[in-house]
């Protein structure tokens, strides 16, 4: 995955260095059509067709070693009832609308998502890394 979003470089600071705490969120997956960056401004989510984000839990997370954290289940989207674009981005936010975005990255191969198809990142591919 790309990098952290700004809010959670900050929020991570501020936990580690005991300026307030951090509670972890439930982390949801959102899909975009462009690049979110680090701020979160440049996020393109689809919109209408039964898009929605999708929440993961801890059962979805493996054990973090060496400075990184790997999905061990699939992340499978809602079936598109229309044209949802063409994917390019993933993002993670702590919440199923709105919400902060806590990283971001490019896709391995962009996706165009039409009605009847599902987009699914299957185990193992998704990867949050610390450097």
């Known amino acids: 995955m790309g990098s952290f979003g700004d809010y959670?470089?900050?929020?991570?600071?501020?936990?580690?260095?005991g300026n307030s705490s951090y509670s972890a969120p439930t982390v949801y997956v959102a899909a975009s059509t462009?690049?979110?960056?680090?701020?979160?401004?440049?996020?393109a989510?689809?919109?209408g067709n039964s898009y929605a984000r999708v929440a993961t839990?801890?059962?979805?997370?493996?054990?973090?070693?060496?400075?990184?954290i790997t999905t061990v289940t699939d992340i499978e989207f809602p079936e598109a009832t229309?044209?949802?674009?063409?994917?390019t981005h993933i993002a993670?936010?702590?919440a199923s609308t709105?919400?902060?975005m806590l990283?971001?990255?490019?896709?391995?191969a962009s996706q165009a998502v039409s009605s009847g198809e599902v987009l699914r990142i299957t185990a193992g591919n998704l990867t949050l890394t610390l450097s």
């Open 92 to 94: 993670l936010y702590d």
């Open 34 to 43: 462009a690049d979110p960056t680090d701020d979160g401004s440049g996020a």
């Open 57 to 68: 839990s801890a059962a979805t997370w493996g054990d973090a070693a060496s400075g990184s």
């Open 103 to 108: 990283a971001h990255g490019a896709l391995a």
């Open 8 to 17: 959670l470089e900050n929020k991570v600071l501020d936990h580690v260095t």
């Open 45 to 47: 989510e689809p919109s």
């Open 98 to 100: 709105n919400g902060n």
């Open 82 to 87: 229309g044209s949802w674009g063409t994917i």
